[in-house]
Structures are given as structure tokens and as C-alpha cells.
């Protein structure tokens, strides 16, 4: 089954939505941690997703627990999100909300501003809780230097007021960031 018209969100909120016809639906925490699991680091091994997502389970447990989630999810969502077997990876016809969103910020001085799985805490599940920060902190790492890239243009063409915006919301992410608070100063 192809996954058709599907984009996952995995900032803010996470969900999928489909426009024909339009639907959204929120992910549970595992599914939206699953997803985000292979959307950012896939192909992961098969073996390696249940262990994080199901760390008290054993290995085959694990296994069967991932499986049964990802039948579910097909039938749940009438098509296949993860291309399943030894490797796992998001199915190459469903776009996540991410590059949109660091497309968007050269021209848009708000875009990006949501996190990575909204508001979820997985730090009940110790290597799952770790794997998520070190996610938000790629994704604040991208954010940022995009947003740095067009504080700059904004500071080589003249549009000061608005490249303070840019450099304020960088401050406001990292306020020990010398090079950020220079830039701020600057503009």
C-alpha cells in the first residue's frame, strides 16, 4: 500500500496529516517517537528502534512488540509509514514538517520556533529520553545556524529590525552563546 498524501509533524504537536481527504491524526508518544526514530535516523536497524522504545522487553519481545505497532500503524492509517525488515526507514513518499521548516526561516523570522516532539518526555525510558535530546539538540543546532545565516543577510542588506529578530531568537535559545549575543549587540 503506498503512503499516498501523509506528512508527519514532528514539530509541535506530533501527527500526521493527509489532505485528501483531510484528516489529523495525534501520534501516541511511542508512534510519534518510532517515527521520529526512523525519519531522523533512518535506515536504523530493526532491532536497535524496539530496544529503545521498548528498553524492559527482551530482544524478542521487543521484536514482536515492534511488529504488532507497525501492523497497527498500517492498518490504523490505511498505508505503510515504515518500510519494514532487518532495517527500518519512513516509506519515500512521506515528507516531514522539518525541512519546510528550516526552508521557511530564511524568509519567515518566526518559523521553526516549535520543538522537536512538542512537549513529549520520554525520560521514563533512559536511552529513548537520551536519543530525544540529542535530537533537540541537532535540531536547535540546524535551527540556529540557519537562523544565524539570515541574521546576517538581513545585517548585509539593511534590514536591521529584522534581523534582530532573527539574532533574538538565537540569544533566547543559547544565552551564553558569545557569537550570538555579539551579533545581537551589532544589530
Known amino acids: 500500500v503506498a503512503s499516498g ?35 531522523l535516523d533512518g535506515p536504523i536497524a530493526a532491532d ?7 528498553p524492559d522487553a527482551d530482544r524478542k519481545k521487543a521484536d514482536t512488540n515492534l511488529r504488532q505497532r507497525l501492523f497497527r500503524m498500517r492498518r490504523d492509517f490505511g498505508t505503510t509509514l515504515i518500510t ?20 521557511q526561516i530564511a524568509s519567515d523570522e518566526n518559523a ?11 525520560e521514563s525510558l533512559p536511552d529513548l529520553g537520551a536519543w530525544v535530546r540529542m535530537a533537540r539538540a541537532r535540531w536547535h543546532e540546524q535551527r540556529d545556524a540557519l537562523l544565524a545565516a539570515a541574521a546576517a543577510q538581513c545585517e548585509s542588506s539593511g534590514a536591521v529590525a529584522r534581523g534582530l529578530t532573527y539574532a ?19 544589530l
Open 168 to 186: 533574538q531568537r538565537i540569544v533566547d535559545g543559547n544565552p551564553l552563546s558569545e557569537h550570538a549575543q555579539r551579533r545581537l549587540m551589532r
Open 48 to 54: 536497535h528502534a524496539a530496544g529503545l522504545v521498548w
Open 84 to 103: 519494514s525488515g532487518v532495517m527500518l526507514q519512513l516509506a519515500p513518499d512521506v515528507p516531514t514538517d522539518m525541512a519546510a521548516a528550516m526552508a
Open 5 to 39: 498524501n501523509w506528512r508527519l509533524h514532528l514539530l509541535g504537536l506530533p501527527r500526521l496529516e493527509r489532505t485528501q481527504p483531510a484528516v489529523a491524526i495525534r501520534l501516541s508518544p511511542k508512534d510519534a517517537a518510532l517515527l521520529a526514530l526512523v525519519a
Open 112 to 122: 521553526g520556533r516549535e520543538e522537536l516532539l512538542g512537549d513529549l518526555d520520554f
